[in-house]
């Protein structure tokens, strides 16, 4: 499981960090992520549903610090730009109030 903490907006991040610009860019491993134009040169790991950062969807766009295992079993630390989440559909509940009624 991947801990999302330290959640800002793209926007607050940046400024935060002391950065006007970003760029995607491809490393070695041609795994695409985001490098920052700060003075400590801040990346952070690109979410995969985000192919482009743009004036208009900027304001969508969260960066957090995560760590944990992911889905693939690898484990991550460091920082993500991702679009802001959205609340999860709840499929079913369970509450140990149920068994009382059994």
Same mark, same amino acid.
């Given at each position: 499981?991947?801990?999302?903490?330290?959640?800002? =907006? &793209?926007?607050?991040?940046?400024?935060?960090?002391?950065? $006007?610009?970003? /760029? @995607?860019?491809?490393?070695?491993?041609?795994?695409?992520?985001?490098?920052?134009?700060?003075?400590?040169?801040? =990346? &952070?790991?690109?979410?995969?549903?985000?192919?482009?950062? $743009?004036?208009? /969807? @900027?304001?969508?766009?969260?960066?957090?610090?995560?760590?944990?295992?992911?889905?693939?079993?690898?484990?991550?630390?460091?920082?993500?730009?991702?679009?802001?989440?959205?609340?999860?559909?709840?499929?079913?509940?369970?509450?140990?109030?149920?068994?009382?009624?059994?």
């Amino acid at each position: 499981m991947v801990e999302f903490i330290e959640t800002k =907006t &793209a926007l607050e991040f940046m400024e935060s960090i002391g950065a $006007t610009n970003l /760029n @995607i860019q491809q490393g070695d491993k041609k795994i695409p992520y985001v490098g920052f134009n700060n003075t400590s040169k801040t =990346t &952070a790991m690109l979410s995969s549903k985000v192919t482009a950062v $743009t004036a208009h /969807n @900027i304001r969508e766009l969260q960066v957090s610090w995560v760590e944990g295992t992911n889905d693939n079993g690898k484990y991550v630390k460091g920082y993500l730009l991702h679009r802001a989440g959205t609340p999860a559909e709840i499929l079913s509940t369970f509450s140990v109030a149920d068994m009382a009624t059994i």
